[in-house]
């Protein structure tokens, strides 16, 4: 019988990225955006194993897990916190609930079992094309990115403007304490200035030491493919746009452009205080 783990994440992006690289491994996973969420699949199913984020609406980490741990058919099912909490204090309560994997673990141990490194920038010969991308719609565009450099997905929230940024980067927001670059892709590519709305989300990515923003349309899907599939990138004459692209994938009878991740790494941004970037 295929075991089912329960996913419990407020951020689509972890949640996409557990799927992925869990039913590789032969599991079953279903998914809950917070732990009430949670608690209501859980009401007519019982996972083997249950993997929660901290920090998250309606109901945390936390109190998902006392909800468990006080029915007696949870009492004794394996927890995971999943998170990028450093507090000493906040991973003594999430040992004392359960084990704890933090994220990067998980990013490295998805690397150990495709057998190679996964830090794309950190060598120059490395060029090939992630098993794994997160596509994305640009107006009728359709782009991706290796997934292991996502680090979130966030709906569009106003930038604070930085003094003499250059023009692609709209400003920085407040991301839980740390000043985040956004970049508007568009313009970056080449393909005119966008007016974000609320229909619009900001891909946050690991770049290199920095996270940056890219504001997108829309987020498709997880596809996997072949670094063998990969094209040369093709010459736009827009901008340039093509030095930002590692090539071309197709994407059932689409052709998905991907992203350079080191080409598209933007120096760091002089930003006003946190308070005032929120």
Do not use: C
């Amino acid at each position: 019988m295929q075991k089912r783990i329960l996913a419990v994440d407020d951020s689509l992006s972890m949640r996409m990225l557990l799927r992925a690289s869990l039913t590789n491994a032969g599991y079953e996973v279903a998914e809950a955006e917070d732990g009430r969420a949670a608690l209501e699949w859980l009401e007519n199913n019982e996972p083997t194993l249950v993997i929660t984020d901290i920090n998250m609406p309606r109901l945390d980490g936390f109190g998902l897990i006392a909800e468990l741990r006080a029915q007696e058919r949870f009492r004794d099912m394996p927890i995971l916190v999943l998170t990028t909490e450093s507090l000493p204090e906040k991973k003594a309560r999430a040992r004392r609930r359960g084990d704890r994997l933090d994220r990067q673990t998980l990013r490295s141990r998805e690397a150990d079992r495709r057998g190679s490194p996964r830090d794309a920038l950190s060598k120059e010969e490395d060029r090939v094309v992630a098993e794994q991308l997160i596509t994305f719609q640009m107006a009728d565009k359709l782009l991706g990115v290796d997934i292991m450099a996502i680090r979130e997905i966030r709906a569009w929230t106003p930038t604070t403007a930085i003094p003499h940024a250059p023009s692609f980067v709209r400003g920085v927001v407040n991301l839980r304490g740390t000043v985040l670059p956004v970049i508007d892709l568009s313009e970056r590519l080449g393909w005119g200035r966008i007016d974000p709305t609320g229909r619009h989300v900001i891909i946050v990515l690991q770049i290199g030491s920095q996270l940056n923003g890219l504001i997108v349309d829309s987020v498709n899907d997880i596809v996997r493919v072949e670094p063998a599939e990969m094209q040369p990138p093709p010459e736009l004459s827009q901008a340039g746009a093509e030095r930002f692209l590692e090539g071309l994938i197709a994407v059932e009878d689409r052709m998905a452009m991907v992203l350079d991740l080191r080409a598209m790494a933007v120096g760091t941004v002089a930003a006003p205080p946190l308070a005032e970037a929120a």
